[in-house]
């Protein structure tokens, strides 16, 4: 049984800078896709960042140049640098990883709180 822990949200003032991480745990056999998405208040789940094995990214418009997706294959873990945060950052973000086990299968992490305000 494979889960994906999250840590690293909290609370940050605008401008300000948070590191978010997600380790993956149990039997892995291989991880392909990495993502993480976030989900404001009242608005659907949003793609962020995704990053795949060879470490090619992809952003939302939104956070480009500010957010960095990267992962740490021989630790199945996956990181999201955000710097210079907007209160509109503000949102529970969740990772995602498509993993190998006794199957392929898209698992979620449990979400982390991101809070940007002064």
């Known amino acids: 049984q494979v889960q994906l822990v999250e840590s690293g949200g909290g609370l940050v003032q605008p401008g300000g800078s948070l590191r978010l991480s997600c380790a993956a745990s149990?039997?892995?056999?291989?991880?392909?896709?990495m993502r993480w998405y976030r989900q404001a208040p009242g608005k659907g789940r949003e793609l962020v960042a995704g990053i795949t094995p060879s470490g090619d990214t992809a952003y939302t418009s939104s956070v480009r140049g500010r957010f960095t997706i990267s992962r740490d294959n021989a630790k199945n873990t996956m990181y999201l640098e955000m710097n210079s945060l907007k209160p509109e950052d503000t949102a529970l973000y969740y990772c995602?990883?498509?993993?190998?086990?006794?199957?392929?299968?898209?698992?979620w992490g449990q979400g982390t709180q991101v809070t940007v305000s002064s």
């Open positions: 995602s990883m498509n993993v190998l086990s006794s199957v392929w299968g898209d698992l």
């Open positions: 149990g039997n892995i056999v291989r991880i392909n896709a």
